[in-house]
């Protein structure tokens, strides 16, 4: 039966997978089983964390394990035998937490409530891999290699019911990202922060606002003061249990007096007509302005006066483009106490088989980091400022905008080794795991959880695992293998911002067009925050944000361009999808019926990626065409070509046609497919109906007029 529009949020409901046990599954000699004569327990009263970490641990049992153990809250004399304790032991190294098993006790014991909390959670996992309520019996310390990761919402944007707060918390993921226009109000509309606060609390995960607020006062300015203790002041006297706030320079331009920029705000460089009023510069949001340090230091007192203790995010993604030197010049006259955001490997320039790239935002087909990242985190540790990364390690990027996680673990590991290094060389402290695609728990998510934990385990080692305990054993060997193709594919995956402004964010709805119905938009409801054409434009070749590439390069250079991404990059990675797709496919119906639906979705996904890349390379090959054909149509000389390249663009369509179709049936098996939380729908079967509508439009009306 067909999923209906947002019907995956109720998986996501389900903090705990239903019936993870295999019953043929007993414990071995040192391991403790648990059973319904157990009980998980605190002592003592008004610990709201650890209240809500006990009754999590008890739910677990029940709903995965089919055990039903008690929860009790004991008097200081109370027996602990058969007893799952939580307690907090404050000199523990900070976020870590000790976990003790004998034959009839359990401690969880963390630096402070939220580290317990993260105990119980290890206790769940370790139950998972073994899919039984088995434990080894003995004693280890654990603590993250991270803090704060901070995550968008993947549920909808700035949605957060309590059992995706519950899921964020069990992959390990500290805090919340919120976008923030003014108090209680998000670009979806009010929410109330307080309550949210109050809400991810309970599972010891804090909140950061993500500033959206406009700034309209330059730091000298006599009013400015006023403005943004109006603004920021206000935020954090109203929600005083804010952790922090992010600022990027395209949410957080001032009219700065900067002379390499505009000197306003992007969104009053308008003439009436549209065009823009100054066009030879950039808007201070997108460059390293000199008076950001006096700016961010004005709202650091105020919000400071609030909350000593806020966290103060400046994140400099949208200059990393600009010259070193001046990039840097910022850096060192920025406030120390504040922490830097820097995206781990945007802005670098790769050949792959022979074709340019530049890595845009995201991409997981490069690693990292880019130079870009290493000569600011060089920079933030001479200066002694706290080093955090957007490194979207919640299983996310930008490659494919519509899916819920990339599948491709060994990406993933390489970029996690990466990050480790500049975690040991430069600090890294902190991560920003996505953007507003937000979090989807996933084997990538959990792969992430155990990787980013000291002791450290083997990333290949626990993979394995995991799909063991999700596909079997005898499927294990395929599976690890399937999702390596899916990884080495990914490595030639080298989208660009056309790419990314077009079928990569939105999959196979992306459309063919001719020379009718340019002026086309994207169908979306009222209520999408990046809906239309905001961030994806119709026309392959055109962004929000680039000139069209014909006026980047000459026709002919633009052809070969595209050529070239096609066969030498997205065509290799098609036949590596292909394959994985292949190995998949048969597996999901030899497995026992609770298992088949999660690996159904799994082949859903790799099918959706193989379709999308499918997507991508046609509409490369249909944009050199259409090049092609306008000349023709020009030049009396090459009348005689149209027929032929008509011809081609008709085995083109044809070819895309089917490929949409086949797409249908997967959005219609998994509802999460073809969403993404600030655009809504862009795949689903209605939005593949209004592509295949146009698609026959050109199939049937344009085209033959030049196949004659």
């Not at 920021?232 to 929600?239: D, E, N, S, T, V």
């Not at 390489?414 to 480790?420: I, L, N």
């Not at 790799?606 to 999308?612: A, Q």
């Not at 862009?682 to 050109?698: R, S, V």
Request: one cysteine or more; glycine letters at 6%.
């Amino acid at each position: 039966m067909a999923e209906r529009n947002y019907q995956f949020r109720q998986r996501l409901l389900d903090v705990h997978k239903k019936n993870r046990r295999d019953f043929s599954v007993k414990a071995k000699e040192r391991q403790l089983t648990f059973h319904g004569g157990w009980q998980v327990a605190v002592k003592g009263k008004g610990d709201v964390i650890l209240d809500t970490a006990a009754k999590d641990l008890v739910e677990y049992f029940d709903v995965s394990m089919g055990e039903q153990l008690k929860f009790a809250r004991l008097s200081p004399t109370d027996g602990l035998h058969n007893t799952i304790l939580y307690g907090i032991d404050p000199t523990l190294e900070e976020h870590a937490y000790r976990i003790t098993v004998t034959g009839n006790f359990v401690h969880i014991e963390g630096a402070d409530a939220a580290a317990a909390m993260q105990g119980g959670f290890w206790l769940e996992d370790g139950m998972n891999l073994n899919k039984a309520p088995v434990l080894d019996i003995g004693s280890v310390i654990r603590k993250p290699m991270y803090s704060p990761r901070m995550i968008h919402a993947g549920y909808g944007l700035d949605m957060f019911p309590d059992q995706h707060i519950a899921a964020i918390a069990h992959n390990g993921i500290q805090a919340l990202l919120v976008f923030v226009k003014d108090v209680d109000l998000t670009p979806y509309g009010y929410l109330d922060f307080n309550d949210l606060i109050f809400r991810a609390g309970k599972y010891g995960v804090k909140v950061y606002a993500y500033s959206y607020m406009l700034s309209e006062k330059h730091p000298d300015d006599p009013e400015a003061e006023a403005f943004y203790e109006n603004q920021y002041g206000r935020l954090f006297a109203r929600c005083p249990g804010l952790a922090g706030v992010i600022f990027v320079g395209e949410s957080c331009e001032f009219p700065s007096k900067d002379p390499h920029t505009t000197g306003m705000l992007n969104q009053y460089n308008r003439n009436p007509d549209g065009s823009k009023k100054i066009k030879d510069k950039v808007s201070p949001g997108w460059y390293p302005c000199c008076d950001f340090p006096a700016w961010l230091s004005l709202i650091k007192k105020i919000i400071r006066s609030k909350n000593p203790n806020a966290d103060i995010v400046f994140w400099t993604y949208n200059w990393g483009w600009a010259p070193k030197e001046e990039r840097l010049a910022l850096i060192r006259t920025l406030p120390e106490d504040i922490s830097l955001l820097v995206t781990f490997e945007m802005f670098e320039n790769l050949i792959i088989n022979g074709v340019p790239c530049r890595t845009v935002d995201y991409s997981l087909y490069f690693e990292g980091p880019g130079q870009y990242f290493v000569s600011e985190a060089e920079e933030a540790k001479k200066r002694g400022i706290r080093l955090y990364s957007m490194t979207n390690t919640g299983g996310l990027t930008w490659d494919i905008g519509v899916i819920p996680y990339e599948p491709m673990p060994q990406r993933w590991m390489a970029r996690w080794d990466e990050m480790e290094k500049a975690h040991d060389h430069f600090g890294l402290c902190g991560l920003m795991d996505s953007h507003h695609f937000g979090f989807y728990p996933s084997i990538i998510s959990e792969l992430a959880k155990w990787r980013f934990s000291y002791p450290k385990t083997d990333p290949h080692d626990m993979l394995r695992k995991l799909v063991v305990r999700d596909w079997g054993e005898e499927n294990a060997d395929n599976v690890v293998e399937a999702l390596n193709e899916m990884s080495e594919g990914l490595k030639t995956f080298a989208t660009t911002n056309i790419d990314q402004y077009g079928p990569c964010r939105v999959g196979p709805t992306y459309p063919f067009l001719l020379f009718d119905n340019l002026d086309v938009e994207f169908p979306s409801p009222p209520y999408a925050h990046f809906g239309g054409n905001k961030i994806t434009q119709p026309l392959y070749g055109y962004s929000p944000y680039t000139k069209p590439l014909s006026c980047q390069i000459d026709r002919q250079s633009q052809r070969e361009l595209l050529e070239k991404q096609a066969r030498f990059l997205f065509e290799p990675s098609l036949a590596h999808y292909q394959r994985a797709l292949e190995m998949l496919s048969p597996l999901p119906n030899t497995l026992p019926p609770a298992m088949q639906e999660e690996a159904k979705r799994l082949v859903g996904l790799v099918h959706f990626i193989r379709n999308t890349t499918r997507t991508v390379i046609g509409i490369k090959y249909w944009a050199v065409q259409r090049q092609y054909l306008i000349d023709a149509k020009a030049d009396p000389a090459l009348i005689d070509k149209i027929p032929d390249i008509a011809s081609r663009m008709m085995q083109l369509a044809l070819a895309e046609k089917e490929n949409a179709l086949d797409t249908i049936p997967l959005v219609e098996f998994d509802s999460r497919l073809g969403f993404e939380p600030s655009m809504e729908y862009m795949c689903d079967k209605a939005h593949l109906e209004w592509k295949l509508n146009l698609l026959e439009h050109t199939i049937q009306t344009e085209l033959p007029l030049y196949l004659k």
